[in-house]
């Protein structure tokens, strides 16, 4: 058999088991495990503007600590580990393939699905890595790594530019994030036509007041690494955790971390909506 023929096989083998019911699953899984993530993340933020967070962290590691604090903790990590793994396995398949839609084999939507693939990847290590008995790992402080990085590439020779530009890039993949939430942009995503009228609302309020607040705090977290890079100070760089909390410092005080935490609760629960009803 030519080798042409044989690898025309092999990528139509590929393509039609990153089509099959399981990498669906595996996809529907992993926005479970977002969703949960994110929910925990808004109550853990609620804690703090309420007083009563003590040393907890309203961030990814805050949340699987949380868990692993629970009754059969570590067998949750372990599931929480295995669907984003699943997620991770569907981003890989779309940056092979092709998203679902028109539009989806643009070479711009399968780059952004490749860099979601790495990081759904990392995180699910992560998680894993806890779950297996590695406590450096997935409930490491979002804050001390963004100090780190920071202070590790302002060392770098145009150190301060490179910070900045990452800074610039992070504000704006916030705001393109809130504004498309607002726009109501997932739709295309969702099968709307399965959605009777008043869970549509329901939807359209999850994903738009909780893709709003995602974006947000992503947006104030680039703006204080754009702020680290402008007065070469790593300090002023700041993970979810700590951007979280700058909302408090705010005229509205914690009254706008509430706002925030609730919309981080309300992305997890649209998560959960896209675990149902999202394309893939």
Do not use: C
């Not at 869970?199 to 007041?209: C, L, N």
């Amino acid at each position: 058999m030519a080798t042409g023929s044989v690898t025309t096989q092999g990528l139509g083998h590929a393509r039609r088991a990153a089509n099959s019911p399981a990498v669906a699953m595996a996809a529907r899984a992993g926005f479970v495990a977002r969703g949960i993530i994110y929910v925990l993340i808004g109550l853990l933020a609620l804690r703090i503007a309420f007083a009563d967070g003590g040393g907890e962290q309203a961030d990814r590691g805050g949340a699987v600590a949380e868990i692993a604090d629970k009754p059969f903790g570590t067998v949750l990590l372990w599931l929480l580990g295995a669907a984003l793994a699943g997620m991770a396995l569907w981003r890989l398949s779309e940056a092979a393939f092709g998203q679902a839609g028109t539009d989806g084999k643009k070479a711009g939507k399968r780059a952004m699905a490749a860099g979601r693939f790495v990081f759904y990847g990392f995180v699910s290590y992560s998680v894993l890595s806890f779950a297996a008995g590695d406590k450096s790992s997935g409930s490491g402080g979002s804050d001390k790594s963004s100090k780190d990085v920071t202070a590790t590439a302002l060392d770098w020779p145009q150190g301060q530019w490179i910070v900045a530009a990452a800074g610039v890039g992070v504000a704006a993949a916030g705001l393109w994030i809130a504004v498309r939430a607002v726009l109501r942009k997932f739709h295309k995503h969702l099968k709307m036509s399965e959605l009777s009228g008043r869970t549509r609302k329901a939807v359209d309020f999850f994903g738009v007041f909780g893709g709003a607040s995602r974006g947000l705090v992503f947006a104030v977290a680039g703006g204080f690494a754009v702020a680290a890079a402008v007065q070469h100070e790593p300090g002023r760089a700041k993970g979810m955790d700590d951007t979280l909390r700058a909302f408090t410092d705010t005229p509205a005080g914690p009254w706008l971390l509430v706002l925030v935490s609730v919309g981080l609760a309300a992305f997890g629960i649209f998560s959960w909506a896209n675990a149902r009803w999202r394309k893939v």
